[in-house]
């Protein structure tokens, strides 16, 4: 159990961190989505004591994580695979922070295995770790202690598909066991497939949180025409609700139908007509990309945002 | 990282996890024993230790080969060994410090323990334990030299430095290794630890001896402002008690302030 409550973290004229509440809860994954400078990491580096908050607070099963005894035995924390001793081993790596815990030295073997990295790999020097094995090195870090609770900003970053399969099913399996998993992403189809809960975060404020279905059941219909301007005037015209959405896209408030059938009576022939599921979930997260977006996006290439 | 690493073993599991034991709190010589690991596991670390030993080696080699035997004494030998030594044991001492923020291992380290003051003490517990031992190796390596001195040249080795001065001298050194500490805590950076500890070492005692010559006052009171200046009467017997008291107020400036200024930035700052 994560609870956030009220959490600010200014910096001179800066507010990383604006007024942000929710709760990660057990048995749950919950996705932390925003796009890159929303105020994700900071908000997780808050939650486990390494910047201190301006005011509000971050308990992790119900104490302050700087009161945990042993908070690597309660708490899984990535943060940053790259921020190792390029000088390490993997192996080493673990056993370092086994021995912190007070682990048993087989404890870094059984994580070894349980991230599959061989042998031969956990040898090496994390200098020549790629992203995906620094990830899988940190996933392994952060299972070390057995904990309930697992705070990893980005773990998808850098892993192949079969990576991200494999640490959903990880993910699915940590929460289904009782544990609470809070992860972060800027990627919408990432934490579509993994998340139960979504909190979506902008410019440092939540712009929205819910369940993944309660979020994605708010859509409509979604209606695509070449010319999307007179398609969403014939919509209007027609009396219904709609607009214009990214990349030639137009969503009405209405059934599929009803859309369907004021196109044809205007004599526009759609190219696509289907349930928005999740498309609002999408506008409002493309709506929060565009703003802090530095190189501009060509209309058509933001839907596949997941193809890392 | 092939495909067949993918699927999880259906295995039946609880659907609630079992009740969370309680944890004893980290105990601190867990702490300095892993600090300890973390000194040797790395090859700069490594290195730096494998240099002492064999730094001490070469210089008590290079006075038996290059000294005039028949006027050799342990004095000669341990000052020798002692050159190499004064130079690298801060550097280490400030590398156990800064590395953990050049190499972003920090972010580990206090999520593990979030205490960074138990941190930070157990790694100044690691390294005056190192630099008493890497002290020890080389007093000892000056020893053997001035015994194969005395064989070499016939006649009984000369001791001609007492115990005391001895214990003086390892002082000074680990003064010395603690301002490359006091560095590394407050830059936390490798680079500006280092280069602070050589404009420290280097640059001051130019200034300072500039200024002694220039300025009478300051050439007469030098020793209570100037660590340098107060550490030269250590490598000789007679210590007055006006001398401690300069030494002790030098350090006091030099390494004690700094030291707390930078524990407490250490302590508030963001770990990034």
């Keep these: ?308 | 990282m092939s495909a067949t690493t993918v699927t999880s073993q259906p295995t039946a599991r609880p659907a609630v996890r079992r009740e969370r034991a309680v944890h004893a709190p980290i105990p601190f010589r867990r702490l300095v024993s892993v600090e300890w690991r973390k000194m040797f596991d790395t090859r700069s670390g490594f290195w730096l230790l494998v240099a002492i030993a064999a730094l001490a080696v070469i210089a008590t080699g290079a006075t038996l080969v290059f000294g005039n035997r028949d006027n050799l004494g342990y004095g000669s030998f341990a000052s020798a060994v002692g050159v190499p030594i004064t130079v690298i044991l801060p550097v280490l001492g400030a590398l156990s410090v800064s590395s953990e923020w050049g190499q972003r291992t920090a972010l580990t380290t206090f999520t593990l323990v979030p205490s960074r003051g138990r941190v930070i003490a157990a790694k100044l517990v690691t390294v005056v334990t190192v630099g008493l031992a890497s002290l020890v190796v080389a007093l000892a390596a000056g020893a053997v030299g001035n015994l194969l001195n005395g064989a070499i040249i016939g006649h009984a080795p000369l001791w001609d430095v007492s115990w005391r001065t001895i214990l003086q001298i390892v002082l000074v050194d680990q003064i010395g290794m603690l301002m490359g500490f006091m560095l590394g805590v407050l830059f936390r950076s490798s680079p500006g630890a280092i280069v602070g500890y050589f404009v420290y070492a280097l640059v001051l005692p130019g200034v300072s001896g500039a200024l002694a010559s220039a300025q009478q006052w300051w050439a007469d009171h030098a020793a209570w402002f100037d660590l340098r200046t107060a550490s030269i009467p250590l490598y000789d017997s007679g210590v007055t008690g006006q001398e401690w008291a300069q030494l002790g107020v030098a350090t006091l400036i030099w390494l004690v302030l700094p030291l707390a200024i930078g524990l407490r930035m250490l302590m508030r700052s963001e770990v990034k």
Excluded: C
């Design chain 1, 1 to 308: 159990m994560i609870e956030i409550q009220s959490l600010t973290k200014r910096y001179r004229d800066f507010t990383a961190v604006d007024d942000v509440t929710f709760t990660a809860r057990p048995g749950r994954v919950t996705g932390f989505l925003g796009p890159n400078g929303a105020g994700k990491t900071t908000s997780m580096r808050v939650m486990v004591g390494l910047t201190p908050p301006t005011s509000g607070s971050a308990l992790i099963l119900d104490r302050a994580f700087t009161d945990l005894p042993n908070p690597g035995r309660e708490v899984g924390v990535l943060l940053d695979a790259s921020a190792q001793h390029a000088g390490r081993t993997g192996r080493e790596v673990l056993t370092i922070a086994a021995r912190t815990m007070g682990l048993p030295r087989q404890r870094v073997d059984e994580m070894l295995d349980r991230v599959s990295l061989t042998e031969h790999e956990a040898g090496r020097r994390v200098r020549n770790y790629s992203l995906g094995m620094r990830q899988r090195l940190g996933i392994a870090a952060a299972l070390l202690g057995d904990p309930s609770v697992l705070i990893l900003d980005e773990p998808a970053n850098g892993l192949d598909p079969a990576g991200i399969r494999w640490m959903r099913d990880l993910l699915r399996e940590f929460a289904d066991d009782g544990g609470t998993v809070l992860l972060s992403s800027h990627l919408l189809h990432e934490i579509e497939v993994i998340a139960d809960d979504i909190v979506v975060i902008g410019n440092g404020r939540v712009v929205a949180q819910g369940t993944k279905d309660e979020l994605l059941a708010a859509g409509g219909t979604l209606v695509r025409a070449a010319d999307p301007a007179a398609l969403l005037a014939a919509l209007q015209a027609a009396g219904l609700k709609a607009r214009a959405g990214a990349a030639g896209v137009v969503l009405a408030e209405a059934e599929l139908p009803v859309v369907g059938r004021a196109a044809f009576d205007a004599g526009i022939a759609l190219t696509e007509l289907r349930a928005a599921d999740g498309a609002g979930l999408e506008e409002m997260f493309l709506a929060l990309t565009a703003e802090s977006q530095r190189d501009h996006l060509s209309p058509g290439s933001t839907s596949n945002g997941a193809a890392a």
